[in-house]
Structures are given as C-alpha cells and as structure tokens.
C-alpha cells in the first residue's frame, strides 16, 4: 500500500504569507496526486488536480508541483479564506490520503 | 451541474451493517467516471472506503474490503456502500464523490454507530 506523509500537520500563518505543504508519498506515484481544501462543515474541494494543474475557478495564488515522490502546495499570498485544512490525495494506487495540514491564524 | 446526494440512516446498532446511497443529478453515472465513497470520524482525517465503474467494476480500500460492497443502480442514477459487522470505530461523516480524484462530492451524512 502507498502511505501518504503529509507535513507540517499544522501551521499559524498571517494573511499574505507565503505557505507551503509537502507530500512524500512512500513509492513513486508518477504525478497522480491532488490537493484538496476543507472547511469545517463542509465537504473538501478540489484545488489542484495531476500534481500541478489548477481545478477550474480556482484562485492563482494556489499552485502545486513535484513528481515520483515528492509534492507541494503552495499559496503565494495567503487570504483570510484560506484558513482551512489541507489534504493530498494519491490516485497511483488505490486512494491514499496524506494526514492532513491545519491552516490557522497567527 | 452535477450534484451528489447522501442518505441512510444515521444511527447504526454495532455488529449490524451501515447502508448508504448516493443519488446523482446533473450526470448519468452510465457515461463514465468511477464513483466512490470516503469517510471522516469526528475531528480526523479523510480515508477511502471504495470505488465503483459505471460498469460495475469495483475496488476497495484493503483494510476494509472484508466488510465493505459497493453497487451502482444506473436505471436510478444512484450508487450504494454496505458495510457489514459496524463498530463505534465506523463513525464518521460518510462522503460520497464522483472521480478517482474526486472532483465533485455529496455535502457528507453522520453515520453514528451505537446501541
């Protein structure tokens, strides 16, 4: 089975930092991965989509990149609507979520 | 637009099995995409439960495929997880979603298992 290792679990970040979650997937997974946002409450949704790719509607700030086994979300410019919790997800094989990131205020 | 529905009960006895379905709007499961379910206990992360083709073709997280089904209904454009020999562990908000990775999900049923 592919394990997901998700960093850091949680972060205090203030409104237009720069933020970075990391992935590390246990074996190599090609680019077939994606980043998902979640809000108390509410179901997650997709942001990024094949590693690097922007879901549709999706704001520029958020952006991912890496391949094999290693992976990045990055949020340029952090906004008060982007405290939240963070999830990778590995397609490769079977589906395997990363532990998750929490996103609080500083 | 595409929407996802949940329902079942939301208080399931242990040892029995937790039945959900998840009606589709706005896409006919018949024209592709694998549909799957994924749960999350209170206050944990997300874990997959299984998937299904519009073929019927499924595949299941390993850890619970002793105890997991899943099936599709395409004359009623609905899916369905069984979950057999339920334990206060399988609480959680049920999720169902359309795609390997998932693109549009259900707003999430809490199923509670308890006596």
Redo the contacts between chains.
């Keep these: ?1 592919i394990q997901m290792t998700q960093s850091p679990s949680s972060l205090s970040a203030s409104v237009g930092d720069r933020v970075t979650i990391t992935c590390r997937a246990s074996q190599g997974i090609r680019n ?1 991965l ?1 980043w998902y946002q ?1 809000k108390p409450g ?5 942001l990024i ?1 094949a590693a690097s790719s922007l ?1 549709s509607g999706v704001p520029s700030r958020f952006s991912g990149s890496g391949s094999g086994t290693e992976f990045t979300l990055t949020i340029s410019s952090l906004q008060p609507e982007d405290f939240a919790t963070y ?1 990778c ?1 590995q ?1 490769n094989s ?7 990131t929490k996103v609080e205020i500083k | 637009q595409v929407q996802l529905q949940e329902s079942g009960p939301g208080l399931v006895k242990p040892s029995e099995t937790l039945s959900l379905t998840c009606a589709v709007s706005g896409y006919s499961i018949s024209s592709g995409y694998y549909w ?1 379910w994924i749960r999350q206990p209170p206050g944990k ?4 439960i299984g ?1 299904i083709y519009h073929s019927g073709s499924t ?1 299941y ?2 850890s619970l495929k002793s105890r997991v089904t899943i099936s599709v209904d395409t004359s009623k454009n609905q899916f369905s997880l069984k979950l057999s020999s339920v334990t206060a562990a399988d609480t959680a908000v049920y ?1 169902c ?1 359309r795609g ?4 549009y ?4 049923t809490l199923v509670t298992v308890s006596s």
Excluded: I, M, V
């Design positions: 089975d077939d994606g979640q509410k179901a997650p949704k997709r989509y879901q999830y997800l397609h079977y589906l395997t979520f990363g532990g998750g | 799957g992360g997300l874990e997959w998937s595949y997280n390993p999720y979603a390997e990775l998932p693109d999900w259900g707003q999430g």
